[in-house]
């Protein structure tokens, strides 16, 4: 017998970051469309990240040509496919690194707190995926049962079953502080002078997480899931000596100093409060196919 093939989810991310995975990315992101294509047979829903400082692709127009490419595969294949472009031009969330995300992903499902930008993002994902798999009738319906799941505290518990059984804590939704690693040298980082965040170079801050020890330059290299940046200030947000830019979170206190010093370049400060962005879903893009099958 031939061997079993093990196939992808349907849903797919075609963000381009750091310079040695935009390469991989653009080989191996249209794979990934054909082989869900191949494997599953259902309509692949690509998410495209569209920031014109953090990744490779400049602007919207370069994210929405990287996304008909994409849909263009999957329609060679014979499918739906759907892709959906959001604004990362500041941080998703509010922290940035992987102990400090993980954190921030398990008290968005169980409400602890919830950035505003990364609710609106994560239920628009949810609901398109719920349409496209036959489970609501209309994203009205879908953003509805997003919502019920995560006000009831389904989500967390499905969270919590899926970490069990892939053998995870049993309580790491219950005690994530148990579990996950502490930077041991936390810095809040002020600005120079009080006043309103009028940019961020979400590019800066990807870079300086790798700085951390957070990311990787070469696959070989050690990732240190402790460090990173949290209270992430976004377009806007007021910043004084009460209101840091963001804490970094360092494996040593020269990290952190050399840390702080990035962070104030990456983020702008103004004397007056600039409008924040607007909806960070920026675009929803349906295939030919899909277009022609509507």
Known sequence: MPPTQTCPPAAASASTGPPMARGLQAATAPVAVETAARCLRVTPLIWVKSPPTYSAVPSLEGATELAESLLDVGGAAGLQTLALLTDMTQVLG???????????????????????RLGVVTAALASELLVLGGLGRDHAEAEAAVERALASGAAAERFARMVGVLGGPADLVEHPGGHLPSAPVQRAVTP????????????????????????????????????????????????????????????????AEAGAATLRRAVTVGEAATAGPGSPVLRRIRSALELRRA
Do not use: K, M, Q, Y
């Open 94 to 116: 509010h922290d940035v690194g992987n102990a400090l995300e993980a954190l921030e992903a398990i008290d968005f499902l169980t409400g602890r707190r919830r950035e505003a």
């Open 192 to 255: 120079a002078r009080p006043g309103f965040v009028t940019g961020v170079d979400a590019r800066a801050l990807g870079l300086l997480l790798v700085e951390l020890g957070g990311g990787r330059r070469r696959a070989e290299d050690a990732i240190d899931a402790a460090v990173g940046l949290a209270g992430v200030r976004g377009v806007g947000d007021a910043v004084s000596n009460d209101r840091p830019l963001a804490v970094v979170h360092a494996r040593t206190a020269a990290d």
